[in-house]
């Protein structure tokens, strides 16, 4: 069974920095697009970040220089490293695993989410 496991929600200030680990079994972390979605109330989910298996990146406008994407292979993690945090970033933040096709190949999978609240 394949699993997402995030962690490092937390509250913060405005102007913080959090960062966000997703651990995933190997067979999904060797070749998946491994991405980072967010989820705020009254909003669909959006994406913010994803990465290839060979490193490539890709990032939402409103994160563009602030967060960064970037997986450990050795460890089967991904992490998104938030700066310059706003109030507009408040979200779930879920972690998540696209296989390389998709949607031709519509395997995907989802972790728990974990809560980012920007607050002063």
């Known amino acids: 069974q394949v699993q997402l496991v995030e962690s490092g929600g937390d509250l913060v200030t405005p102007g913080g920095s959090l960062r966000l680990s997703c651990a995933a079994s190997?067979?999904?972390?060797?070749?998946?697009?491994m991405g980072w979605y967010r989820q705020a109330p009254g909003k669909q989910r959006e994406l913010v970040a994803k990465?290839?298996?060979?490193?490539?990146?890709y990032y939402a406008d409103s994160v563009k220089g602030r967060f960064t994407i970037s997986r450990d292979n050795a460890k089967n993690t991904v992490y998104l490293q938030l700066n310059s945090l706003k109030p507009e970033d408040t979200a779930v933040y879920y972690c998540?695993?696209?296989?390389?096709?998709?949607?031709?190949?519509?395997?995907?999978?989802w972790g728990q989410g974990t809560q980012v609240t920007v607050s002063s």
């Open positions: 998540n695993a696209d296989h390389p096709d998709y949607p031709l190949n519509p395997s995907r999978y």
């Open positions: 990465i290839t298996s060979g490193g490539s990146t």
């Open positions: 190997r067979t999904v972390f060797s070749v998946y697009v």
